[in-house]
Every structure is written in C-alpha cells, then in structure tokens.
C-alpha cells in the first residue's frame, strides 16, 4: 500500500519527482484509482461528465460533499482535494463557512478555489484558519459563461506576466500546490520555476510538476468531446459497449445464466 501523501510530501516534491492527481467522483473508481495516484481530486467537472450538464457552474456544495465522502470512504489511504464550487468562495466569511462544512461532513484533506491573485485574500484568510487550499489558475473553467468560452491562456506577454503574478499570489497566500490548466507550455513551466510549491498541468505541457486529468476523459469514457491535451489510456467506452451488447444477446439467448451462475 502506498504512503499517503501530506502536505509537506507534496511540497517536497517539487523537483524531485512528478505529481500524479486524477480525478474521481465516487468510491468504485476511487478505489481503483488511488494506489497509482498521489492526489485525488474531487473536481466538480462531475457536473458534465457525472451529472451530464454543460458546464461546472450549476454544481452545488451539497453534490461535491456527497461525492467527496464517496471518494474518501473508497481511498482512504490516499490524500483527496474537494472543489469548491461555483459562487460557494466569493468572499473570505463563505469561503471559510463552506470549507468548513467540506471538513466537518467529509474526511477531504484540502479544498481546491479557481482564481489567482484575485483570490488570495481568500485563500489566505482559509489558510490561516487551518484549511489546506489547493489553488487553480490558467484557464479557469467556473469563468466559462463569464468569458464566453473556454481561453487557453499565456498567449501574450501581458498573460504571461498575470499568471506568473496570480501564482505568487497563490503561494505567498499559503496554498501548499496549484492546478495550472490550459496554458501555453512554455509560459506553464515559466510560471512553474516562478514558485517553490507544485504546480500541476492540465493542458499545460510537461514541464510543470505533476499531471492532473478528468478520469472518465482518460479511460475514454467520456464521449462528447475529447480536449487536446487529453491522452486516453483505453477506450472505456467502447469496452462497456461491447460487455452490454455482449450481456443482452446472452439475456436474450438464454445464455446467461449458466449452471455456475445458479444457486
Ligand atoms: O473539476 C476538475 O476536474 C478540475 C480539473 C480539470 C483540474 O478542476
């Protein structure tokens, strides 16, 4: 059984070996998941590839608790981050009022907040009162109405110094590792060296800290869209097609249940 990670183990890691996160929303696949991951993330993207909605916004506090005490109850050897959802950390007294209910109704060990230097008052104020943040900046996917559309970001200068910018004011703020999604590569590993804590990539190249990816996108089970920078390591999809199929002709035949499936 691997050691689960802390904090500090994360921390550490920082050139010294990459991250592995992924996601997961419930206990069946956490449990699968956890013994080849460092960090699992309870992202609220089970909005679109759980619930089946077009975007994360509509998840609610109550949804990723349910989820969250699902994953921890599946690995409970492994360190879990909870996503704080849309509208749920806009000022410091809600964010530490939500957190709070993340802590006391699920054993997470962190919660993740998307937003950069925007942010860290928030993020510090959390920190401060003993809850371990993850940050998340880049492309921002709680900001897709907002902005009209999913933007990968690091395309100018003036993008590349802000995200810098936002990464400092995540770390100084006290959060112990950041998700770093939908930037240029060469801008994510700058803004990577500008920092001591972990950052992690999702569409963000290969030389960040660590790799984080929606877990249904990398078992190809997800079929309504595959982003670029998603690499799946089977195709999920298929396989549970062809176990049905397989299933009902056996129903329909009679072949199943046999003598062995009998009492
Ligand atoms: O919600 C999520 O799954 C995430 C990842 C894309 C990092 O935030």
Redesign the pocket.
Known sequence: MNKKMTITSIKKAKGEKPLVMV?SYDALFAKLLAPYSDMI?V???LNMSFAGKRD?LSTTLEQMIYHTSAVCQGAQNSFIIC?MPFGTYTNKEDALKNAIKVFQETSADSI?IEGGEDKADIISYLCSNGVAVCG?IGLL?QAVRGEGGYKVKGKTEEEKLQLIKDARAVENAGAFCM?I?GVKAEVAAEVASCVSVPVIG?GAGKDVDGQ?L?FSDMLGLFEEFTPKFVKKYMDGASLVKEAMLNYSNDVKTKEFPKEEHTY
């Open positions: 996601t993330l992202g609220d993207s994360t996503d993740k998340h996917p998700v999604e999702i984080v929606v």
